[in-house]
């Protein structure tokens, strides 16, 4: 799978754009090779910044084993349901996840940035050097963390994806930005933060096609995460505080993850049907309720150790209520969340649109669990105590990857017919949502 010169040229604009950015990166080359020869004091050698990110261990799996594996099943359903940061620390080699559905994944990033352009990804000038490192990160890590599956045969400089089949050219000049290059090794989707000079943190470069709702890059390059983030529930009271603590201490060796959720009743990942729906606007009746699925947004924060930016990842999982209903308090804790959380919480998740349509649902499983034993009438409604991840995580390994004991699930076909007919409701939602902001 190859971006071809042409669909490049539509991605980041007209070809003055491009080769002004490419200057840029030359440039920022040059200046990158030269850090190790950095003299006493410079701001990034090495005696001036000792914390050293750590590094991932191999991990021997081939494309074959590619096809079958699950990655760690998250279940970050929790009760009560506070506004939190809910941060755990990171395991490197969890950084960049591997599994049945990574093809598709990248393959809809192709779609999407040819499609939508600088809609999805895009940076600022000032970024080049943070976005050239996270390329150097991400390529390092890919490399390192899955020997059989990024190959090289000259140390780096051509890296094979045996998962696509597209041999990526690292040498210089780059023949694309970097976070091309990093749209086509990783599943995530990535943002880059700087701290101004005005002290303010801003998100200078993003590659963002999964945002499951409208993110509109154009509308948040520059922006401070204030801002960014206005919509969001207790961010100013709760999450702000917490965030900006963090984010002081933060060294590059400190990897955090955390994961937040929403139902849709789809599997697509630039725009969700539950996000696509007008205000005021209910799920169809046609709908099965067997149609819903969790959508967890598994999201990651560190650091880069020369240029100091803060990089947030998120990628995006399917979870059915179905392949989840015998999981113990799983239904209950999904029913409790969507009916008796915060208004603001319940409005911006947009449980309303859908809530009455599955509860009867959710009344059945509630029941079922009951009825096999495997919840009392009695039990009280809670965290679950493997809290963000599935009881059975405990039961898988890295290599053989995570298999639901109750359910066996994949969705790549689905997902590949839904994304058939989307273009068309995509741009009438991303319309509607413009002639809103203007």
Same mark, same amino acid.
Not at 363 to 379: A, H, S
């Given at each position: 799978? =190859?971006?071809?010169?042409?669909?490049?040229?539509?991605?980041?604009?007209?070809?003055?754009?491009?080769? @002004?950015?490419?200057?840029?990166?030359?440039?920022?080359?040059?200046?990158?090779?030269?850090?190790?020869?950095?003299?006493?004091?410079?701001?990034?050698?090495?005696?001036?910044?000792?914390?050293?990110?750590?590094?991932?261990?191999?991990?021997?799996?081939?494309?074959?084993?590619?096809?079958?594996?699950?990655? /760690?099943?998250?279940?970050?359903?929790?009760?009560?349901?506070?506004?939190?940061?809910?941060?755990?620390?990171?395991? =490197?080699?969890?950084?960049?996840?591997?599994?049945?559905?990574?093809?598709?994944?990248?393959?809809?990033?192709? /779609? =999407?940035?040819?499609?939508?352009?600088?809609?999805?990804?895009?940076?600022?000038?000032?970024?080049?050097?943070?976005?050239?490192?996270?390329?150097?990160?991400?390529?390092?890590?890919?490399?390192?963390?899955?020997?059989?599956?990024?190959?090289?045969?000259?140390?780096?400089?051509?890296?094979?994806?045996?998962?696509?089949?597209?041999?990526?050219?690292?040498?210089?000049?780059?023949?694309?930005?970097?976070?091309?290059?990093? @749209?086509?090794?990783?599943?995530?989707?990535?943002?880059?933060?700087?701290?101004?000079?005005?002290?303010?943190?801003?998100?200078?470069?993003?590659?963002?096609?999964?945002?499951?709702?409208?993110?509109?890059?154009?509308?948040?390059?520059?922006?401070?995460?204030?801002?960014?983030?206005?919509?969001?529930?207790?961010?100013?009271?709760?999450?702000?505080?917490?965030?900006?603590?963090?984010?002081?201490?933060?060294?590059?060796?400190?990897?955090?993850?955390?994961?937040?959720?929403?139902?849709?009743?789809?599997?697509?990942?630039?725009?969700?049907?539950?996000?696509?729906?007008?205000?005021?606007?209910?799920?169809?009746?046609?709908?099965?309720?067997?149609?819903?699925?969790? /959508?967890?947004?598994?999201?990651?924060? /560190?650091?880069?150790?020369?240029?100091?930016?803060?990089?947030?990842?998120?990628?995006?999982?399917?979870?059915?209520?179905?392949?989840?209903?015998?999981?113990?308090?799983?239904?209950?804790?999904?029913?409790?969340?969507?009916?008796?959380?915060?208004?603001?919480?319940?409005?911006?998740?947009?449980?309303?649109?859908?809530?009455?349509?599955?509860?009867?649902?959710?009344?059945?499983?509630?029941?079922?669990?009951?009825?096999?034993?495997?919840?009392?009438?009695?039990?009280?409604?809670?965290?679950?105590?493997?809290?963000?991840?599935?009881?059975?995580?405990?039961?898988?390994?890295?290599?053989?990857?995570?298999?639901?004991?109750?359910?066996?699930?994949?969705?790549?076909?689905?997902?590949?017919?839904?994304?058939?007919?989307?273009?068309?409701?995509?741009?009438?939602?991303?319309?509607?949502?413009?002639?809103?902001?203007?």
């Amino acid at each position: 799978m =190859v971006f071809e010169d042409k669909d490049t040229i539509k991605l980041i604009g007209v070809g003055a754009a491009v080769a @002004s950015s490419l200057y840029l990166l030359k440039v920022t080359l040059d200046k990158y090779s030269q850090t190790k020869r950095a003299k006493k004091g410079s701001r990034y050698s090495d005696s001036e910044n000792p914390d050293i990110p750590p590094e991932p261990t191999p991990l021997y799996i081939t494309p074959e084993n590619v096809k079958t594996r699950d990655d /760690r099943p998250w279940r970050p359903f929790r009760w009560p349901y506070h506004q939190t940061m809910s941060i755990f620390k990171l395991d =490197v080699n969890n950084w960049l996840d591997m599994d049945k559905y990574y093809y598709e994944y990248i393959k809809e990033k192709e /779609r =999407v940035y040819h499609t939508y352009g600088k809609d999805n990804i895009d940076w600022l000038p000032g970024s080049e050097e943070s976005c050239l490192e996270l390329m150097e990160m991400v390529k390092s890590h890919m490399m390192k963390r899955y020997p059989l599956l990024f190959t090289t045969q000259d140390n780096g400089e051509h890296v094979k994806n045996e998962l696509t089949g597209e041999i990526l050219d690292f040498s210089l000049p780059l023949k694309d930005h970097p976070l091309i290059y990093v @749209s086509k090794m990783a599943k995530e989707d990535f943002y880059i933060v700087h701290k101004c000079d005005d002290g303010q943190h801003r998100l200078m470069a993003a590659a963002v096609p999964f945002p499951g709702g409208s993110f509109g890059i154009k509308y948040k390059l520059g922006k401070t995460l204030d801002v960014i983030h206005t919509e969001v529930p207790y961010y100013e009271t709760k999450l702000k505080p917490s965030m900006e603590r963090w984010f002081a201490r933060m060294k590059a060796s400190d990897l955090v993850e955390r994961a937040s959720w929403y139902i849709s009743w789809d599997h697509k990942l630039l725009l969700n049907n539950v996000y696509a729906l007008k205000e005021g606007d209910t799920v169809s009746s046609d709908v099965k309720p067997t149609e819903f699925n969790v /959508r967890v947004e598994r999201q990651t924060l /560190r650091r880069l150790p020369k240029s100091n930016a803060i990089i947030f990842t998120n990628h995006p999982v399917f979870y059915s209520i179905d392949e989840m209903k015998d999981e113990p308090l799983v239904p209950s804790l999904i029913r409790k969340i969507i009916y008796e959380a915060a208004d603001s919480i319940c409005k911006y998740k947009n449980f309303s649109s859908f809530r009455d349509h599955i509860l009867p649902y959710l009344n059945e499983l509630v029941d079922r669990q009951i009825e096999k034993g495997i919840i009392n009438e009695d039990t009280p409604v809670k965290t679950l105590p493997t809290y963000p991840f599935a009881h059975f995580l405990k039961d898988g390994d890295a290599h053989s990857g995570w298999i639901n004991p109750s359910a066996t699930v994949n969705y790549s076909e689905k997902f590949k017919e839904e994304i058939k007919g989307a273009e068309d409701l995509e741009k009438q939602t991303f319309k509607r949502n413009a002639d809103m902001t203007a």
